[in-house]
């Protein structure tokens, strides 16, 4: 999900952005997601699971992500939701689950969701997997294989939030780089554009603003 990450952000940006009707109909699923009690508190909140489902239809694909993630937000959606609505939902719902983990689950139980979402193909999947959450929560061996998968499947590494600070200094990660474009090579296969600036990341020197 390109452009504002806050909630605050991602708001205005729809604010700004949707026609009136896609808004005022934001609006009311919004404030139905709202008026939602927590996760225990009451009946199994399906109202807002629906308005959820069909964001992209209402707001149109560009926007959905963002519509979704602020629905989530609004509902105050708990692990066992988030879980849910992950496994059960279309690639475009996994993808806003995954938008929304860092502003709704503060500790690494959204990490399951993340490893299910790298072991797809689905390159959209695994560029909402590399954001934030991942790049808080993830550990070292599982993000430094999150990073091959990217170069791997072409996801643009620009998707890997926090690359700079976790690649630096890293001698694992650039012995698997160098092990990777080995191998693409011996197979007459060309190397991902991505890896050299990922490799000199890996340097214990201080990245220069080029490199970032």
């Known amino acids: ?45 399906t109202l807002w699971e629906a308005r959820f489902a069909e964001a992209g239809r209402r707001t149109g694909q560009d926007h959905a992500d963002a519509a979704r993630v602020l629905l989530l937000h609004a509902a105050r959606a708990d692990t066992g939701t988030l879980d849910r609505l992950y496994t059960q939902g279309t690639a475009a719902e996994r993808r806003a689950v995954l938008h929304a983990l860092p502003h709704l689950v503060p500790g690494p139980d959204g990490l399951p969701l993340i490893e299910d979402a790298l072991r797809t193909n689905d390159t959209r999947l695994v560029a909402a997997a590399v954001g934030p959450y991942a790049a808080e929560h ?48 011996a197979a007459g296969r060309p190397v991902p554009p991505d890896l050299p600036r990922v490799l000199a990341l890996t340097s214990l020197a201080a990245p220069t603003a080029k490199e970032s």
Do not use: Y
Request: glycine residues 8%.
């Open 1 to 45: 999900m390109n452009g504002p990450s806050t909630i605050a952000a991602l708001r205005a940006h729809l604010d700004a952005a949707l026609p009136g009707a896609a808004r005022a109909w934001l609006d009311q699923a919004l404030d139905e997601a709202a008026a939602t009690p927590p996760a225990g508190a009451g009946p199994q909140p």
């Open 138 to 185: 993830l550990p070292p061996h599982l993000w430094r294989h999150a990073v091959l998968k990217c170069l791997f499947t072409g996801v643009p590494t620009d998707a890997v939030a926090a690359l700079r600070e976790r690649a630096h200094g890293d001698a694992e990660l650039a012995r698997m780089l160098g092990d990777f474009a080995e191998e693409r090579t």
